[in-house]
């Protein structure tokens, strides 16, 4: 790149700290009112820039690459899933991309367990009937608002990656049944660490599980992976917990069978056609949902960015960025 310090273009309004670091060491060109980009701003960015930062919120296809400048040679995604980008036409075109895996394992991993608790034992319908009745509820009884139990259930983890290993940690302490579907099964070590079980066939395994974690990445080999026929296996009591994308699920299948009584409960902190939320889902009330706070943690979301800033002066120094990302990864 001819520029001393590379146009950098960034999408959204990131943390302070890493705002600072940026506009000292590139010739920044931040969002400071976090409005959205529109497709418009989007393709105009990508015409000037040589460095675009997106996000999730930023659907970078292969119209658009077709239409970026000659100086963009690198999308330097601030987030681990790259769905959003059609990183084989980046590549085509000659631009890198890059992600920044492995610094929301934690802060996800504690939000599935968070919603596997909430709605296993209600923890939201609770909440609401004390805004509502505080001064009319009549006080404890035995067979009032009963949930379930977590401790001896079966979880069935769809995608053993980091983060599902890191769910599988936390359920293990909440003395829970680890299971596992993944394209490759894990090494003896990492399954004996676990206690985990793996099933070859995820209609098996989904079939005998109280609860369902969805942990993989959304790729075309994932859309609506939990189908109307797969929700169709599940036990009637047992829970949907997604804090990956919505995309993996038939959310219309899923809300179907939440009306009729054919699954407990769901938690999701994601949804199939983010931001919209279907309002059915917002009627059902062992739906609990969240507004894609998975990653909401100040300590992730500053990392995400130091990564963000390593792969980018990496790759103007001319070296290949840690954290590429390559078509056939994906």
Not at 103 to 112: F, G, H
Not at 252 to 267: F, P, T
Request: glycine share 8%; net charge negative.
């Amino acid at each position: 790149m001819s520029r001393r310090k590379p146009l950098v273009i960034v999408t959204r309004k990131l943390p302070d700290i890493v705002e600072t670091r940026m506009r000292e060491l590139f010739d920044a060109r931040l969002n400071e009112t976090d409005e959205p980009f529109s497709r418009e701003r989007l393709a105009e960015a990508m015409a000037e820039a040589d460095v675009l930062v997106p996000t999730v919120t930023d659907t970078i296809d292969a119209d658009l690459l077709a239409g970026a400048g000659e100086r963009l040679k690198l999308i330097a995604n601030y987030g681990t899933g790259v769905d959003n980008i059609d990183v084989a036409a980046a590549v085509k075109r000659g631009i890198t991309v890059t992600n920044t895996p492995g610094v929301l394992t934690e802060d996800t991993a504690d939000m599935t367990m968070a919603l596997i608790l909430a709605v296993s034992r209600r923890l939201i319908e609770g909440v609401e009937v004390l805004k509502r009745e505080n001064e009319t509820w009549p006080g404890w009884s035995p067979t009032w608002m009963l949930g379930h139990r977590i401790w001896g259930k079966r979880l069935g983890i769809v995608g053993m990656g980091r983060i599902g290993q890191a769910v599988a940690r936390r359920a293990r302490a909440f003395g829970m049944q680890v299971h596992y579907h993944n394209r490759n099964r894990l090494h003896p070590d990492i399954e004996d660490e676990l206690e985990a079980t793996w099933w070859e066939s995820l209609d098996q395994m989904l079939a005998r599980m109280d609860v369902i974690s969805v942990n993989c990445p959304h790729t075309p080999a994932t859309y609506h992976l939990l189908s109307a026929r797969r929700l169709k296996l599940l036990q009637p009591h047992a829970i949907i917990v997604n804090t990956a994308r919505g995309e993996i699920i038939d959310e219309d299948a899923m809300v179907k069978m939440l009306l009729a009584g054919e699954i407990g409960g769901v938690g999701l902190d994601v949804f199939e056609h983010e931001p919209a939320v279907n309002p059915k889902l917002l009627e059902c009330p062992n739906a609990v949902l969240l507004p894609h706070m998975g990653s909401a943690t100040i300590e992730g979301r500053i990392e995400m960015g130091e990564k963000v800033i390593i792969n980018i002066r990496t790759f103007i120094d001319g070296h290949n960025p840690p954290d590429r990302v390559l078509p056939d990864m994906l």
